[in-house]
């Protein structure tokens, strides 16, 4: 993971046995809120072996959604496993990044303290090294108490202070999946998003825009496109 480029994401896999129970998951996230347009998206993986293993994947990459439906809303469920724990530091690592600290080593060497000691390495049976795990809340305090590496300088634009360099802000670039016939079968916010729908790397997705060759999605071919 490039912590310089650090992107966030929430994501559940299932069988695809279990594509209705995703379904409305997918729908019921969608619907938390009015001002985000179908940012859950479902991704289909094809095992090579054998269709029982056939999965799939409900994805949200949009920072905004995260940090103002999803935190939220998980912030008010009663917890009760150590999943709440990872709640906690992903939720750190958003605010970390949202101070613009992932551009800091600072701030990369805390995410790598949280990411440490996340999901299962938080077992006795982890293979990471263990972390004092007061010692990294009081560190992360300070750290999350301090001023933003974010400033604007005089033409109103965002200047990463640690590094002095310009805050690059790429727009995303919004993807058409098409049918053979060239008919609209979905519209995605990204091209990251078009990826996580079809089950597919990003880095393919480029490659599709750019070559125009097909996509075999779900025993059919479609096609990329830029809006």
Known sequence: MNKQNL???FSIAQSYKDLKLMEAIKNYLNNLSIDFDDVVNL??????????????????TKTEFISQVLVPFFQKMVWVSKKEIDFIDWVSILKLKELGLHHSKEGVLMIDRLLNQMNNNRLSTGIRLKVDRDLLLRDLKVMLESDSNYEPNAEGKIVIKSSGKLLKKGIPIRVLILDGKGNNLKELESINACGTYLGISHDTVRVRLNDGKPIKFNSMLVYVKKK
């Not at 072996?49 to 409900?58: A, E, G, R, W, Y």
Request: aromatic letters at 10%; zero cysteines.
């Open 7 to 9: 992107l966030l994401s």
């Open 43 to 60: 991704g289909f993986y094809k095992s090579k072996t054998d269709n029982k293993s056939d999965m799939i994947n409900l994805n949200v």
